[in-house]
T-cell receptor
Framework: SQELEQSPQSLIVQEGKNLTINCTSSKTLYGLYWYKQKYGEGLIFLMMLQKGGEEKSHEKITAKLDEKKQQSSLHITASQPSHAGIYLCGALNAGGTSYGKLTFGQGTILTVHP | SAVISQKPSRDICQRGTSLTIQCQVDSQVTMMFWYRQQPGQSLTLIATANQGSEATYESGFVIDKFPISRPNLTFSTLTVSNMSPEDSSIYLC??????????FGSGTRLTVV
């Protein structure tokens, strides 16, 4: 089965600083999703990456998928307290009985100090 | 993308009782997924709910403990049966988002005492 490892597990930054969260897969990624979760709440979709070398940006958040499609990074520029939360990467399982299922990394807890 | 209404948002239950969680989607979807998020942990898939057939459970989850209903293409329920404190978690439903990521419900925060 596919496994995702996120690093770091937690991150504390000062407002205005840049930061990067990594997500490494044990298998080739067919679809990689980034979500943000506020404590105790549901997941907010950020971005989806499918192609090797793909890069997407939304506001101050940029996500990339490497050419080999086994690693993704999420970069936040000039962080703000509103960026605080848990960031989760999720991998779409390919074909067979696993089709459509997402496997998640363990999450990265981001704290942004004003 | 789809909008999901999940209820209840939270509940505190006595051990040995059962709780049914509902998810209503604003559009028809073939597949619905139920996840569990234990305290401080990531999401783990419980089962896939397909309309017109029995749910497919992941390893470690059984129908007697987590019965699922899927009466139509917009609605599903997950029941947590004979609860124990170990069942205290956030439970979330999810549907495919048509190329815009999977949409998740707002979650049900369950505490078993």
């Amino acid at each position: 089965s596919q496994e995702l490892e996120q690093s770091p597990q937690s991150l504390i930054v000062q407002e205005g600083k840049n930061l990067t969260i990594n997500c490494t897969s044990s298998k080739t990624l067919y679809g990689l999703y980034w979500y943000k979760q506020k404590y105790g709440e549901g997941l907010i979709f950020l971005m989806m990456l499918q192609k090797g070398g793909e890069e997407k940006s939304h506001e101050k958040i940029t996500a990339k998928l490497d050419e080999k499609k086994q690693q993704s990074s999420l970069h936040i520029t000039a962080s703000q307290p509103s960026h605080a939360g848990i960031y989760l990467c999720g991998a779409l399982n390919a074909g067979g009985t696993s089709y459509g299922k997402l496997t998640f990394g363990q999450g990265t807890i981001l704290t942004v100090h004003p | 993308s789809a909008v999901i209404s999940q209820k209840p948002s939270r509940d505190i239950c006595q051990r040995g009782t059962s709780l049914t969680i509902q998810c209503q989607v604003d559009s028809q979807v073939t597949m619905m997924f139920w996840y569990r998020q234990q305290p401080g942990q990531s999401l783990t898939l419980i089962a896939t709910a397909n309309q017109g057939s029995e749910a497919t459970y992941e390893s470690g989850f059984v129908i007697d403990k987590f019965p699922i209903s899927r009466p139509n293409l917009t609605f599903s329920t997950l029941t947590v049966s004979n609860m124990s404190p170990e069942d205290s978690s956030i439970y979330l439903c999810s549907v495919p988002g048509r190329g815009k990521g999977y949409t998740f419900g707002s979650g049900t925060r369950l505490t078993v005492v």
